[in-house]
């Protein structure tokens, strides 16, 4: 069992910044594979961000690439997310979520809710204009 909670968030105005921070507890964090979603209001869940339980790889959805930054530190089992430049239509509740990897460095979730063991509870972002 992994246990997420996710923290960070604010109310930001436009072309402002937020770091998401998502810290783990339970099993081996080092051997999950994180990634970050987010759900506006009247929406459905989407993903925003993926990151291999070794760093090394990272995926991005295409409305915050360039923007958005994944990272982790394994040594004090969070992952975060860096979003700068922010607009309005990022406002959501963000979620962590885990995904066990196993001995694959490499391996990156996919987009999909379904593809991931475990969620944390969320955090909301509200970027006014």
């Known amino acids: 069992q992994v246990q997420l909670v996710e923290s960070g968030g604010g109310l930001v105005q436009a072309g402002g910044s937020l770091r998401l921070s998502c810290a783990a507890s339970g099993r081996t964090f080092s051997r999950y594979a994180m990634g970050w979603f987010r759900q506006a209001p009247g929406k459905e869940r989407e993903f925003v961000a993926a990151?291999?339980?070794?760093?090394?790889?990272?995926g991005y959805a295409d409305s915050v690439k360039g923007r958005f930054t994944i990272s982790r530190d394994n040594a004090k089992n969070t992952v975060y997310l860096q979003m700068d430049s922010l607009k309005p239509e990022d406002t959501a509740v963000y979620y962590c979520a885990a995904r066990y990897a196993g001995g694959s460095y490499y391996y990156l979730p996919g987009t999909q809710e379904r593809e991931y063991d475990y969620w944390g509870q969320g955090t909301q972002v509200t970027v006014s204009s």
């Open positions: 990151i291999s339980w070794s760093g090394g790889n990272t």
